[in-house]
């Protein structure tokens, strides 16, 4: 009898990253619609179901768990801020904050007013993480770490820390 190579339940399916074996979160088609080449976009069928692999040192920017499908960083239209190291990436996609702007504020001032900026955008409904950000999702996390870099502040943040208007 031939075996059948239906996708397997998802109770089986792994959510961990096929080339790098890290956990990855869920993506909307939505960003990957928006932030993929055209022509890595038109080879799938479907958008959904993907997910983010965010380890810095992995070529895949986004798998899909069920059949082990990479999208690699090359097909993406932006440079995704977890897998670089040039000061001048984008931290933050929506208000096009970089990390060394971030460092420079710190290096002048003692502290970076940029989550506060970023914020008050959010609360007034201008962010657009979901288009414009490869995670999929907001960056007040990722802004905050680079403040904490830059200040030397190798704390956590408080867990409210975070607070994130986005939607």
Same mark, same amino acid.
């Given at each position: 009898?031939?075996?059948?190579?239906?996708? $397997?339940? @998802?109770? &089986?399916?792994?959510?961990? +990253?096929?080339?790098?074996?890290?956990?990855?979160?869920? @993506?909307?088609?939505?960003?990957?619609?928006?932030?993929? %080449?055209?022509?890595?976009?038109?080879?799938?069928? !479907?958008? /959904?179901? #993907?997910?983010?692999?965010?380890?810095?040192?992995? /070529?895949?920017?986004? #798998?899909?768990?069920?059949?082990?499908?990479?999208?690699? *960083?090359?097909?993406?239209? @932006?440079?995704? #801020? =977890?897998?670089?190291?040039? $000061?001048?990436?984008?931290? +933050?996609?929506? #208000?096009?904050h970089t990390v060394a702007e971030i460092q420079r504020e710190v290096?002048?001032?003692?502290? !970076?007013?940029?989550?506060?900026?970023?914020?008050?955008? +959010?609360?007034? !409904?201008? /962010? /657009? *993480?979901? %288009?414009?950000? $490869? =995670?999929?999702?907001? *960056?007040?996390?990722?802004? =905050?770490?680079?403040?904490?870099?830059?200040?030397?502040?190798? =704390?956590?943040?408080? !867990? &409210?820390?975070?607070? +994130?208007?986005? %939607?």
């Amino acid at each position: 009898m031939p075996k059948s190579f239906s996708t $397997p339940p @998802v109770s &089986e399916i792994k959510t961990a +990253c096929p080339r790098c074996g890290q956990e990855g979160r869920n @993506v909307s088609a939505t960003t990957l619609e928006s932030l993929l %080449h055209p022509a890595v976009r038109l080879r799938r069928r !479907s958008l /959904d179901g #993907f997910r983010f692999c965010a380890t810095p040192k992995c /070529d895949a920017a986004y #798998f899909y768990p069920a059949s082990g499908d990479i999208i690699i *960083c090359a097909g993406v239209r @932006v440079p995704i #801020f =977890q897998k670089g190291a040039e $000061p001048e990436r984008l931290v +933050c996609y929506c #208000f096009q904050h970089t990390v060394a702007e971030i460092q420079r504020e710190v290096r002048a001032t003692g502290i !970076s007013r940029t989550a506060y900026d970023i914020k008050a955008k +959010c609360a007034q !409904s201008l /962010d /657009d *993480c979901e %288009h414009t950000n $490869p =995670q999929g999702s907001c *960056c007040l996390g990722n802004v =905050q770490r680079v403040i904490r870099e830059a200040t030397g502040d190798n =704390q956590p943040p408080p !867990s &409210e820390a975070g607070g +994130c208007y986005c %939607h």
